[in-house]
């Protein structure tokens, strides 16, 4: 029998907001148009089907303003050349980043990517990776199919180092922050100094009220996999799971029914001096085969 159990940890992070510079260097935007061009015409031969771009990380997982701006880029000159409505809006994708407490960063677990990009109505996605290469930037992008992962085109972009790629390679993206809160989210690898900050705040820890477990994946099932799936959650005043936030993946499809059902948790809130106070916790979710 396959089950999950659910630990929670105490974690926290800050998020930094910096505003995208609206333009871009023509060689830049030029690069992209081409892909653009392939990728139209690929999707062209197969029905015209609704495509959404998703923003682009760095090697390190996280969203640059420049990883925004090119994602953004590309959605638009796929606008201009495919039928119309066939280019998810990139608002209404991350809308549904926010309806579901995440943010823009998650989104390079592919299974999550391929869930949101899926409730848009897209049946396909364009992904991408973007490295720092000799002073110059490169942008790796693999057109792929929602819901069995084809691989339907793979295209790289030079991007060139300019003073202006450079900053906005360094900037994160422009994203609204979390809920201020009196304990934050800490890294993985610290969590094991969490309950010491929680009493040094002096505050309680959440607790869980109702916290059903998440529904085993075909996929997991299939691989007989057993593992954990670890995220930053923000707990509010009211006890609601308000920010979720991947931090160790499991796979399998097993992080999307996870966050799914975090969304409907309900927390006996964490108390600072007699009030309820939102803070972030680290919550494991582990996948067992018996």
């Not at 299974?111 to 364009?126: F, K």
Request: hydrophobic letters at 45%.
């Amino acid at each position: 029998m396959l089950t999950s159990r659910v630990v929670l940890v105490l974690a926290a992070s800050s998020i930094t907001v910096l505003s995208v510079c609206p333009k871009c260097p023509a060689q830049e935007l030029h690069s992209v148009d081409k892909v653009a061009d392939r990728i139209a015409q690929k999707l062209q031969k197969k029905k015209n089907e609704k495509v959404v771009v998703i923003d682009f990380p760095s090697a390190d997982g996280k969203i640059s303003a420049l990883g925004e701006l090119l994602s953004n880029q590309l959605s638009v000159a796929l606008t201009q050349r495919m039928m119309a409505g066939n280019v998810v809006e990139r608002t209404q994708l991350k809308a549904r980043l926010r309806t579901n407490g995440l943010s823009p960063a998650d989104l390079r677990d592919r299974d999550i990517a391929s869930w949101l990009g899926g409730e848009t109505g897209a049946r396909a996605m364009v992904v991408g990776l973007l490295t720092a290469r000799g002073g110059q930037f490169l942008l790796s992008l693999e057109l792929v199919r929602i819901g069995d992962s084809q691989r339907l085109l793979e295209a790289k972009v030079d991007i060139p180092g300019t003073d202006e790629t450079t900053a906005l390679a360094d900037r994160p993206m422009d994203w609204p922050p979390q809920l201020d809160v009196v304990v934050a989210c800490l890294t993985s690898e610290r969590s094991n100094q969490t309950v010491a900050i929680f009493k040094a705040a002096g505050v309680t820890v959440p607790a869980c009220s109702y916290c059903p477990q998440p529904s085993y994946t075909e996929a997991a099932r299939s691989a007989k996999y057993q593992g954990t799936a670890k995220f930053n959650v923000v707990v509010d005043e009211n006890g609601h799971a308000s920010s979720i936030s991947l931090v160790d993946p499991a796979g399998h499809g097993l992080d999307v029914e996870a966050i799914k059902v975090i969304r409907t948790w309900r927390f006996k809130p964490a108390i600072k001096e007699g009030k309820p106070v939102a803070v972030c916790v680290m919550v494991e979710v582990s996948f067992k085969l018996f």
